[in-house]
């Protein structure tokens, strides 16, 4: 496995054909995909689907040793990163990451999901979720209209379904809501604090031989498939 592998899904005329070299890797029309491949603890498959004009949404998997000595200790990142109206936020953490690899001693796992057996692993930071509305409440006490509803899904400030993100920083900082931004993306009241934080939630979960498997997926695969279906 070569460090700072990233698929994306590109054009390609011959709709069966593989990408380049590797000769598992293939392209099905906006499905890229490769069915089998060997980190350090096991096997894994990754694919994505180009849903929007441009891929946003950006992933990573690396395999080796977490420091400078190739005799270990070993471990294996993933990383998904779910683009919101561009991939610039997805792909500047994923670069950092490849320079950074060498140096990790612990794994920090951002904006992802992790299950084995029908176990849900992570908590969604979506607003959707009974518990996200009530901290954005309890943060925010001042604005009734920190969480709204729009075409039937509740959004932070009708923007955004998410309530952390490691982008987004006109909905943080003041004075990156303004041009060169779209207008449709500003927010018309100003505002003190961040509306959004990029505080990980870190959850630590021992593996054992009779776990079978981890899936990793941004949120598109959970809207269509249950734990048990995925």
């Known amino acids: 496995l070569s460090p700072c592998w990233k698929p994306s899904v590109e054009d390609d005329r011959d709709n069966s054909r593989n990408r380049g070299g590797d000769p598992s890797e293939r392209v099905e029309g906006l499905l890229w995909y490769k069915d089998s491949g060997h980190h350090v603890n096991g096997e894994f498959s990754i694919a994505a689907v180009q849903a929007n004009n441009i891929l946003e949404d950006q992933s990573q998997l690396e395999s080796g040793p977490i420091r400078s000595i190739e005799s270990g200790p070993h471990g294996t990142f993933v990383g998904i990163y779910d683009g919101h109206a561009g991939p610039e936020a997805g792909a500047e953490p994923l670069e950092g990451q ?42 925010h006490p001042d604005d009734p209209q920190i969480v709204v509803l729009k075409n039937k899904v509740w959004r932070v400030k009708g923007k955004i379904k998410v309530s952390r993100s490691i982008g987004d920083a006109y909905l943080k900082k003041i004075e ?21 934080v990029a505080e990980p939630s870190i959850l630590v979960q021992k593996l054992h031989p009779k776990d079978q498997f981890l899936i990793f997926a941004s949120d598109g695969l959970w809207e269509h498939l249950s734990n048990q279906e995925a």
């Open 98 to 139: 490849c320079r950074q690899w060498p140096q990790l001693r612990f794994l920090q796992l951002k904006k992802l999901r992790k299950r084995s057996k029908d176990m849900q692993l992570s908590a969604e930071h979506n607003a959707n979720q009974e518990s996200v509305p009530e901290e954005l409440h309890s943060l």
């Open 176 to 196: 990156f809501n303004r041009e060169p931004l779209w207008p449709k993306f500003r927010q018309p009241e100003p505002f003190k604090k961040p509306i959004l």
